[in-house]
């Protein structure tokens, strides 16, 4: 099968499209046929080199982690799926025409193979932030960093729990924010005020996607660095807020949630770009700029 693999460390050059021996479904796993692949920053800062030292790999490697498609392979013990089953879901090295999806879900017939490509890592990463956060009906809460694939999801899981959700992104994603159900505002220096003068009520949570080096301002703004929680500044815990990761966590029941809410039309994820297989990593380079707004996808033939 025709596989993204990367043999060093680099920028989007490193990748190849190259021909490999086919994965197979071990015990709990499934095997799909890929339609396409979600295209999530954590890829392009592997592929970097960035977290060798907390994520060391053996190269060469296969890249990426979500993908939808229709199931080939059902490996002993799974139940509750059968091949040609469409789904999504999260697994291993999803570049590529097959790919082993650890945690799946089925593929809403609303919703194109594309689309659910980009939900896995969005659904659950938005929900478990949330979730970490406190976040619950009648309550007001930041989301920092709301456009993006992940941003979009919280915000959206957040409307449909009954909070009032105050979104901030760039100036072009305003409009785009109103339509997911957020007060918007924008970054850079004022932001507490703006805020402030959004919810006088005050500010309950603040969840940080972005990582824009903010945790003080939304600190100030919930009143207790506690009920603020990110997933992209590492350094949030040196001013008491908390750094939330996914490592160890079933993503099941998120995908599961996501994909309810997508088939009621209460859940959208945009796929903003689209890359066949042998430009994927234009793709990665496309989601590095940090300014895209829902999801880059890659397509497989």
């Known amino acids: 099968m025709k596989a993204v693999r990367f043999a060093r460390y680099g920028g989007p050059e490193v990748l190849e499209l190259l021909e490999v021996d086919a994965p197979h479904a071990q015990a709990g796993q499934v095997r799909i046929a890929v339609r396409a692949a979600g295209v999530n920053g954590l890829e392009w800062k592997i592929r970097q080199g960035l977290l060798r030292d907390v994520r060391p790999l053996r190269l060469p490697a296969g890249v990426g982690g979500d993908a939808a498609g229709i199931v080939d392979e059902v490996g002993a013990g799974v139940t509750g799926v059968r091949v040609g089953d469409a789904v999504f879901g999260s697994g291993q090295e999803t570049y590529a025409e097959h790919a082993v999806l650890t945690s799946w879900t089925p593929k809403p017939p609303e919703v194109s193979f594309e689309e659910a490509a980009g939900y896995a890592t969005p659904f659950e990463t938005a929900l478990r ?10 309550q007001t809460v930041v989301v920092n960093g709301a456009s993006g694939g992940v941003g979009s999801a919280a915000v959206q899981f957040a409307v449909e729990r009954g909070a009032t959700v105050i979104g901030v992104a760039g100036p072009s994603n305003q409009d785009y924010l109103v339509s997911l159900g957020a007060v918007p505002t924008t970054y850079g220096p004022g932001l507490v005020e703006r805020v402030r003068a959004l919810a006088p009520a005050g500010v309950d949570a603040a969840v940080d996607v972005a990582g824009s080096g903010v945790i003080a301002e939304l600190a100030a703004l919930t009143g207790d660095p506690g009920r603020v929680v990110s997933i ?35 859940l959208t994820l945009p796929v903003t770009r689209t890359f066949p297989l042998a430009h994927a990593g234009t793709a990665q380079a496309a989601s590095a700029t940090g300014h895209v707004r829902g999801r880059v996808i890659v397509t497989v033939p």
Not at 131 to 137: E, I, M, P, S, T
Not at 243 to 255: E, H, I, M
């Open 232 to 266: 992209a500044d590492f350094g949030a815990p040196a001013l008491g807020a908390r750094v939330s990761t996914g490592f160890g966590r079933d993503k099941t029941p998120a995908l599961r949630e996501g994909a309810r809410l997508a088939a009621a039309g209460r």
């Open 129 to 138: 932030v949330l979730d970490d956060a406190g976040v619950r009906g009648g």
